[in-house]
């Protein structure tokens, strides 16, 4: 919104419906801040619904649209008919490359912080974590050994780490991947264990899971789970390590753990992300940056930074000759 609004425009607000509290605590910070009504709009309610009523609307010039695939190429193919600006950011299944000759531990505190902070649910959460060879023993165990030291529990308490699904439905599509990755034959080496009683049972709970043995034929391997999974995965060199971070339809965040500088050359020019990160965690943003990814991730123009500017605002060229 803030792009959109620095560049002279209104806005309607559609939020998910489990947001939608939230959202409204944020238009109560927009009044008191004095915004002249009408300005920020919110509204709520069924996606299918008024989402798209909204996209229908003959007043509306531009849709921005977060969210899953499916409903994104609607958004797409519905603006497309109206012949309105549009972007979609609709996920990612972000990898990780830990070289040969990476700070292991530098590496370790990143992918746990990337896959699991926010209890995975980030777009730009880490997915994939693609190890070489040599030293794939050594990360799995430090990787593991720091994963259980995560506490889950209430976020609003102290010393709690990580904390619970946003959602039944979501807590739902977790544990069901975690069931089909045992079933492709993938091995759970660490949690995935539902927690219930107590406290827990006001939430919706799961420990972090790590799975290894992952092939990128694995549904665990391509869909975005949105939950606190890492499918581990191993490669001889770092060839083969970008081949599989890229074999998948996602494009949105991915990084690299290494101290070869043409290691880090070779991934930047290779890898099919449109966020691309050395030496830290794939999630998170820079706002004053560009942020979109490639392939099925984004679509449309970037989000953000210089690129915000061309989406939210009309060119208009203009000549003007001498009388």
């Not at 992952?214 to 191993?234: D, N, R, W, Y």
């Amino acid at each position: 919104m803030a792009p959109a609004l620095v560049y002279g425009n209104t806005i309607v607000w559609k939020p998910a419906t489990e947001g939608a509290v939230t959202a409204a605590k944020v238009m109560e910070c927009f009044t008191k801040a004095g915004f002249p009504e009408g300005v920020v709009n919110f509204i709520t309610g069924k996606g299918s619904i008024i989402g798209q009523g909204l996209i229908d609307h003959p007043l509306l010039n531009a849709i921005t649209f977060t969210g899953s695939e499916s409903v994104g190429q609607s958004v797409a193919k519905s603006a497309s008919a109206r012949g309105i600006k549009y972007q979609l950011e609709m996920g990612g299944k972000n990898p990780v490359i830990v070289t040969k000759d990476a700070n292991i531990d530098q590496a370790v505190e990143a992918v746990i912080s990337g896959g699991f902070r926010s209890s995975g649910q980030k777009c730009t959460a880490s997915s994939r974590v693609v190890v070489e060879s040599s030293v794939y023993d050594v990360f799995k165990q430090k990787l593991v050994e720091a994963a259980a030291k995560i506490t889950v529990g209430n976020g609003l308490q102290d010393g709690v780490w990580m904390g619970p699904c946003a959602s039944e439905s979501q807590f739902n599509t977790v544990t069901q991947y975690i069931e089909k990755g045992k079933q492709e034959g993938a091995k759970l080496i660490y949690g995935g264990e539902i927690l219930t009683g107590g406290d827990y049972g006001r939430g919706f709970f799961i420990t972090p899971a790590i799975f290894e043995d992952v092939t990128s034929e694995m549904e665990i391997a391509q869909a975005e789970i949105f939950g606190p999974v890492i499918a581990l995965m191993k490669a001889t060199d770092l060839v083969e390590a970008i081949n599989l971070a890229n074999n998948t339809k996602y494009g949105l965040s991915a990084s690299i753990f290494t101290s070869n500088i043409s290691s880090i050359l070779d991934f930047i020019d290779e890898i099919e992300a449109g966020l691309v990160r050395i030496n830290a965690e794939s999630a998170g943003v820079e706002l004053q940056a560009p942020f979109g990814g490639m392939k099925a991730s984004s679509t449309g123009s970037r989000e953000q930074g210089e690129a915000a500017k061309e989406f939210y605002t009309a060119i208009k060229t203009v000549f003007i000759k001498g009388s």
